[in-house]
């Protein structure tokens, strides 16, 4: 796996117009599904917030809800600290720098979780679904929005082409070509749909059917953790 890190830092400038641009303008309507999952929820860890995109469309959705937005590029931050503030919502998102793996939070400090696209590009994805679980509090939600294979025959191959091909290409004429490559990639090698709801249970998760976006090239993964019996 290359510096995710510094490859964050590179493409982060161009990240959000590309992301409407290749989701045809959908990457909105996935965070507020996303935001849906979490319904009820009054504290929310939003990891690998990027530039803030998906805590912003949270608080619009989740009345009275507050967020922490956690990653680990400092250019990412730069820019979601410009946003937020843009939206009208530094007061309800606060920002941490960190990475999934080893998250600076007490246990069961939050009521939810969320990650977006972020999940695969993790140094250890079991670890960081092990962390996640454990800065919820027992009944906490968690919601996981990632890119896969669409499992239709005819549709695939035409997915595969356009993600593998045109993406990076677009990339490269910004100068990230490289960083765009690895971005598509990293979706056909990353653990999907049973095998990443097994990764899922293994953290502790009480996980639950994935819904499915854009015949299937967007999966919202759920899970709750368990309230353990007392006594």
């Known amino acids: 796996m290359p510096d995710t890190v510094n490859l964050f830092n590179k493409v982060a400038q161009h990240y959000d117009a590309l992301n409407t641009f290749f989701s045809l303008g959908m990457d909105r309507r996935w965070r507020k599904r996303l935001s849906n999952q979490i319904r009820g929820a009054e504290s929310v860890l939003d990891i690998a917030t990027g530039t803030g995109e998906v805590a912003i469309e949270t608080v619009r959705n989740l009345k009275g809800c507050r967020v922490v937005g956690a990653d680990p590029s400092a250019r990412m931050l730069e820019l979601a600290v410009k946003k937020i503030s843009a939206s009208g919502n530094s007061g309800r998102i606060k920002l941490a720098r960190c990475g999934a793996e080893r998250l600076p939070f007490k246990a069961g400090?939050?009521?939810?979780?969320?990650?977006?696209?972020?999940?695969?590009?993790?140094?250890?994805?079991?670890?960081?679904?092990?962390?996640?679980?454990?800065?919820?509090?027992?009944?906490?939600?968690?919601?996981?929005?990632?890119?896969?294979i669409p499992r239709n025959k005819f549709f695939a191959p035409l997915?595969?082409?356009?993600?593998?091909?045109?993406?990076?290409?677009?990339?490269?004429?910004?100068?990230?070509?490289?960083?765009?490559?690895?971005?598509?990639?990293?979706?056909?090698?990353?653990?999907?749909?049973?095998?990443?709801?097994?990764?899922?249970?293994?953290?502790?998760?009480?996980?639950?059917?994935?819904?499915?976006?854009?015949?299937?090239?967007?999966?919202?993964?759920?899970?709750?953790?368990?309230?353990?019996?007392?006594?």
């Open 159 to 231: 997915y595969l082409f356009y993600f593998r091909n045109f993406l990076p290409f677009i990339g490269s004429l910004l100068g990230t070509g490289d960083e765009y490559k690895y971005l598509s990639e990293s979706t056909s090698a990353f653990p999907q749909r049973e095998s990443f709801i097994r990764l899922m249970s293994d953290a502790g998760f009480r996980t639950e059917k994935p819904i499915e976006l854009m015949l299937g090239i967007v999966i919202i993964y759920t899970g709750t953790k368990p309230i353990s019996p007392k006594g």
């Open 109 to 148: 400090t939050f009521d939810a979780v969320t990650i977006a696209f972020g999940i695969r590009n993790t140094v250890d994805p079991s670890k960081s679904l092990s962390e996640m679980n454990r800065v919820l509090r027992p009944g906490g939600r968690v919601g996981i929005m990632e890119f896969a």
